[in-house]
């Protein structure tokens, strides 16, 4: 594993961890089963991941990682033009 994916990874359960994962799900709008469809796997391995009885592994808690990147960006740029 690259050093990059590792600290993708290491980001995506800090992530689940905190709960921020959830709150960026939540605030974009975005249910369960459309985050995994877009990270290629079922809705309960999402629950499980936010629930924290799962650990994301391999190239979906990656594409887990890109998306909640996304999402942070997103969310960032809300809040700068909230603010402006």
Do not use: F
Not at 17 to 29: D, F, K
Not at 34 to 39: G, I, K, L, T
Not at 40 to 64: F, N
């Amino acid at each position: 594993m690259a050093k990059a994916q590792a600290l993708r990874l290491a980001d995506v359960r800090s992530a689940l961890t905190s709960g921020e994962a959830e709150r960026l799900r939540v605030a974009a709008q975005l249910s369960i089963g459309e985050v995994a469809q877009a990270c290629g796997v079922d809705q309960s391995t999402v629950w499980r991941w936010e629930r924290g009885t799962r650990k994301p592994r391999g190239e979906a808690a990656l594409a887990y990682g890109a998306l909640l990147e996304e999402l942070r960006q997103r969310s960032s740029s809300v809040d700068e033009r909230e603010t402006a």
